[in-house]
């Protein structure tokens, strides 16, 4: 499988080419999530058929809350 | 339209009881819980009383939605002057207790005076009785419980309990129900042990129905398909509250070694996913609730499931804050407190600063009874928690105060080393990744609290996702794309879901199920609750206002006492840069804070100078009569 690389959260990772939005989170294990691709915020609905790019700024924070 | 409220008035001194009522209207302002607790001690306390003495209120309250059957509902507030804070003081337990209260036909139990011997409180409906405890006093939580069941020959009963804290006066001792749901905060446990008050019981009954059982269901019916449609709350259900130990400690904002980090090594072996794969033996539920979210643990000679298993406030604050990642002296320490009946947040907390004092050459060996308070030695929490709730003289003693206090008597090195507002540790939630949380951990008037505003990351959200969705129904808000921002929309952010989470602690709703964010239920549902619950037509925004007023209440009781804005205050490690992720810096400033405080009180109608309500405030709110 071709790979791609990607900044994810500020550091240089390697992904899986067509990887989707929606599949990086579960590969992160996050519950919920708040995702911005080169600056832009995505919308929840939007995860699943967004396919992340080579070169991409991904920036993904943890909506977490209270416990 | 709601009830009138239905007031237990019982004098311990004259061993006396009678029944009072407050009309509809009035309750409608102050519908149960803390507002009610707090409309009760205006009306009938001196601020000024010593909270350890019989002329001090103790307060079980409920509401008018308690008891119905729907998720979130049986929560039972506690209110009373707090001898931890010197405050207002403000506790919230969940259970079955508090479906009891409403079954028997009461809205308040309100205790005042103390018995001259110990005793405990036994309630089946107008049957009330003020039993002898001088058998049970002593003993620990499950022990008392049994031995009152024994006492009455009868099983079917809920208890609320103190154990050997409470009876120390141990100032952050809690009230345990069911040996592992606490009354936990603000010392409440104490005030009941100076009453030699060791229970309150009360007998089982029938639940209470709703207004429009019918309507009723329109929430009620679909509650499997909205859990699973809420990926929080499968994760609650499955992992508990233990499950933010997975998230805070990846994302590297777990509060460890005395809050000087926000990471730790080898945080999953204290991890929900991990209690939930090894040590957890069940899942236990409150009154009517689907969440299920209690788990029960065993860890053979360590922690018995009789006495539940550590939430992750207890994760945290023996866990990380201790710098300590020995689940088993979690699961330990977190039994010991339920036994004795004792926080586990300022416990957990009190020892991490005690340890950080120690590291620092702060506290010497021969101040603490020869004990090495390395942090990562989770071991030495048995002796200490038990000296603890005996007070024994030492380092027991010193520490059974709270951190604060004790670091009063060590010195400035000791109280830089402090991490409380208003004398109350804080929870395990660290205000670089959730700045919102300073505005509230400094404002609350009882005290460092996290469950009294919504947190943070809900303004990160995505805009089609409930957690962005819900907070804009109580007001509009700007959204935020990173950790350590804390300004003027966070301090709306603070206040605005403040007046919520104190509307709820009124309502006394579980803000694990209802809430204006991430939660079961929302802002709309609650509408929906209380009109087909009770009857009663509320809206958004005069729920908003009923929280609002409580707060307003609180603080109104503190500044007859001279609490001001100078209260409202952050300890030093508030501004220490946190580390997280890769690398990255969150952090928040002393001038941030201050500007982001002045916002708050601006659009709170506070005064920036006192830090108290203005007049105006005061009558919009129709609070004048507190102080004519």
Excluded at chain 2, 63 to 69: D, E, H, Q, R
Excluded at chain 2, 469 to 493: I, Q
Excluded at chain 2, 583 to 602: C, N, R, V, W
Aim: charged share 25%; aromatic share 8%.
């Amino acid at each position: 499988m071709n790979e791609i690389k990607v900044l994810l959260n500020k550091k240089e990772i390697e992904l899986p080419s067509e990887m989707t939005v929606a599949q990086l989170i579960k590969e992160k294990q996050l519950k919920r999530a708040a995702v911005w691709i080169n600056g832009q915020q995505l919308l929840a609905a939007q995860y699943e058929n967004w396919v992340i790019k080579e070169g991409d700024n991904i920036k993904i924070l943890r909506v977490v809350a209270g416990g | 339209m709601i009830q009138d409220a239905r007031i237990l008035f019982v004098d311990l001194t004259m061993k006396t009881t009678k029944v009072e009522t407050i009309d509809g209207e009035t309750y409608r302002k102050y519908p149960g819980g803390s507002a009610l607790g707090m409309y009760i001690m205006l009306k009938y306390m001196d601020p000024m009383v010593d909270p350890l003495s019989p002329d001090n209120l103790l307060i079980f309250s409920v509401s008018p939605l308690t008891g119905i059957p729907i998720s979130g509902q049986s929560r039972m507030n506690v209110t009373t002057k707090s001898p931890l804070t010197g405050t207002a003081g403000d506790s919230q337990v969940g259970g079955f207790i508090p479906a009891a209260v409403k079954g028997n036909g009461y809205d308040a139990i309100v205790c005042k005076g103390k018995a001259d011997s110990p005793v405990y409180l036994y309630i089946n409906k107008d049957d009330i009785q003020i039993r002898d405890a001088s058998k049970i006093w002593g003993k620990v939580t499950g022990e008392a419980e049994k031995l009152i069941e024994e006492d009455l020959g009868d099983t079917k009963i809920e208890s609320s309990i103190i154990g050997s804290a409470g009876e120390n006066l141990v100032k952050y001792a809690s009230i345990m129900h069911m040996r592992s749901r606490a009354n936990g905060r603000n010392g409440v446990g104490a005030v009941m042990g100076s009453k030699n008050l060791k229970a309150l019981v009360m007998k089982k009954q029938t639940a209470v129905k709703a207004f429009d059982p019918e309507k009723m269901k329109i929430l009620t019916l679909n509650v499997k398909e909205r859990i699973a449609a809420n990926e929080v709350i499968v994760d609650t259900a499955l992992n508990g509250s233990a499950g933010v130990v997975d998230a805070h400690g990846a994302e590297g904002f777990f509060p460890s070694y005395n809050w000087e980090k926000g990471n730790i090594e080898n945080y999953e072996n204290i991890s929900g996913t991990t209690i939930t794969k090894t040590i957890l033996v069940g899942r236990e539920t409150c009154f009517g609730c689907a969440i299920r979210c209690k788990g029960s643990v065993s860890v053979p000679g360590k922690a018995d499931p009789e006495y539940g298993g550590p939430e992750y406030e207890t994760l945290g604050t023996f866990g990380s804050y201790c710098g300590n990642t020995n689940l088993e002296d979690i699961c330990e320490a977190n039994q010991l407190c339920n036994m004795y009946g004792i926080d586990t947040i300022s416990c957990g907390a009190t020892i991490a600063w005690a340890m950080d004092c120690y590291e620092k050459g702060v506290l010497t060996k021969n101040q603490t009874d020869g004990l090495e308070l390395r942090f990562g030695d989770g071991s030495v929490f048995e002796k200490l928690i038990k000296k603890i709730a005996m007070r024994e003289p030492g380092i027991g003693e010193l520490l059974a105060d709270g951190s604060a206090a004790a670091a009063r008597k060590l010195g400035q090195a000791a109280e830089d080393l402090v991490v409380a507002c208003k004398g109350q540790e804080w929870p395990a939630h660290m205000v670089q990744m959730k700045p919102n949380l300073a505005i509230n951990y400094a404002v609350n008037p009882f005290g460092a609290d996290h469950q009294s505003s919504e947190h943070d990351p809900a303004l990160m959200a995505p805009e089609d996702d409930q957690n962005w969705l819900w907070p804009n129904m109580l007001a509009s808000f700007e959204k935020c794309d990173r950790y350590g921002v804390l300004d003027a929309n966070k301090a709306k952010f603070a206040l605005e879901t403040q007046k919520f989470y104190s509307m709820l602690d009124t309502l006394c709703l579980c803000q694990f199920a209802w809430g204006p964010a991430w939660q079961l239920y929302g802002p709309k549902e609650l509408v929906e609750f209380c009109k087909y619950g009770a009857g009663w037509d509320a809206t958004i925004e005069e729920l908003q206002e009923i929280g609002e007023r409580r707060i307003n209440m609180m603080r109104m009781f503190n500044s007859k006492l001279g609490f001001t804005r100078a209260d409202d205050k952050l300890p030093i490690k508030a501004f220490l840069p946190i580390t997280y992720g890769e690398g990255e810096i969150a952090q928040i400033t002393k001038e941030d804070f201050e500007k982001a405080l002045d916002s708050y009180y601006e659009m709170a109608g506070w005064n920036k100078e006192t830090g108290n309500p203005t007049e105006e405030t005061i009558i919009r709110l129709g609070l004048d009569w507190i102080y004519k």
